[in-house]
């Protein structure tokens, strides 16, 4: 089968927060399949961050984005990929010749508030919110991370059933393929993990009182975060790790007791998915995309703020080692549903899909 031409359009090639990291890691992985010609659109050169072989195309500045289309259709592209809800807005897709396709990590770009009141700043934001809805109707497809963000979009903006895919994200290679790690250096025999980049949405205080209130009396390790990133009343038995690469955060992951996961919002939920990868029972809160990426895989609390729940969780899965063992069993076989492999055949069958509909 001949391979199609995808244009992958990645912003400006810095590497910030989890969705960027997981288009790139797309990038990357289409790059090296033979079912696709990849071609990069980067307002930085291409080469210097995907590697000398890229076949990219370096675009100019954001602020003239009615100049991107002409590059883009002189390509002969079968479709376009714009990576991230941020690009919805900077792009006009219904430019292109090709079909466009964006990828939706979250549902904050289509839920803020608006204002009421009529002055210049109300005008800007309302204005903006109707050019964003405009161009995402453009699209002939959108890729969502979780069918909780699918939902919420057909709730915000009418597209369809017929353009909204739940593709769900991929698991660094990683969590997969290295072998179980010894038990970190300095870390004691048991310990609970809670990864958290924002302490905020992921509600790390609870985390903090649930593993406290415990009679398992497990030290608490955090990744992601510095002591500094903390209460300044935080005491105890806590730890902070910082920020960790996945091939640090799977040695913590393989010895711990658990994961914590208290998070007040998530769409898709990667520390889930990569503890369950590695073995780690987890107990989270039952909110947003946890249900449906967990499915019956970890231990769930209604209430992310109960913190007893929480705590008598915990001491479930650290006491009872029938819960244990099948939880572990449990998330193992979900957690394989997240492989970079399986990944890439739901995206490309879509581009196929959607390129043999349109020609």
Not at 265 to 277: K, Q
Not at 333 to 339: G, I, L, S
Request: hydrophobic content about 35%.
């Amino acid at each position: 089968m001949e391979a199609l031409r995808v244009g992958l359009m990645v912003g400006s090639g810095n590497v910030g927060g989890a969705p960027t990291r997981y288009f790139h890691n797309l990038v990357r992985h289409l790059q090296n399949d033979d079912r696709i010609e990849a071609i990069v659109y980067c307002r930085g050169d291409p080469k210097d961050v995907f590697g000398p072989d890229t076949d990219g195309r370096q675009l100019p500045d954001k602020s003239i984005p009615p100049r991107w289309h002409t590059k883009i259709n002189a390509d002969e592209l079968d479709l376009l990929h714009l990576g991230c809800n941020e690009l919805f807005g900077e792009y006009p897709a219904y430019r292109t010749d090709v079909p466009v396709v964006a990828t939706s990590h979250g549902v904050e770009h289509w839920n803020t508030e608006l204002p009421d009141e009529v002055n210049v700043s109300g005008r800007l934001k309302w204005r903006l919110r109707i050019q964003d809805v405009l161009r995402a109707l453009t699209l002939d497809r959108v890729f969502c991370v979780s069918e909780y963000v699918a939902e919420t979009l057909r709730s915000q903006i009418p597209f369809g059933n017929s353009r909204l895919r739940a593709t769900y994200e991929a698991i660094d290679d990683v969590y997969y393929t290295l072998p179980k790690q010894n038990r970190p250096e300095g870390a004691p025999e048991q310990y609970m993990l809670h990864v958290a980049t924002d302490p905020g949405i992921k509600n790390t205080e609870t985390a903090i009182k649930a593993a406290q209130s415990c009679a398992a009396d497990l030290p608490l390790y955090i990744a992601g975060v510095t002591r500094e990133d903390l209460p300044a009343s935080t005491s105890g038995n806590v730890h902070t790790l910082g920020f960790l690469k996945p091939s640090e955060l799977v040695t913590w992951y393989d010895n711990a007791a658990c994961l914590i996961h208290p998070s007040f919002h998530e769409t898709f939920g990667r520390p889930i998915v990569e503890a369950m990868t590695r073995k780690t029972p987890v107990v989270a809160s039952d909110l947003c995309a946890i249900p449906e990426i967990s499915n019956g895989a970890a231990l769930l609390i209604n209430d992310p703020t109960d913190v007893p729940k929480f705590a008598d969780a915990l001491d479930k899965i650290v006491s009872d080692e029938m819960v244990r063992s099948e939880l572990v069993k449990k998330g193992e076989k979900q957690a394989n549903k997240f492989t970079w492999e399986n990944h890439l055949n739901t995206i490309i069958s879509e581009y196929r899909g959607l390129h043999a509909e349109q020609s």
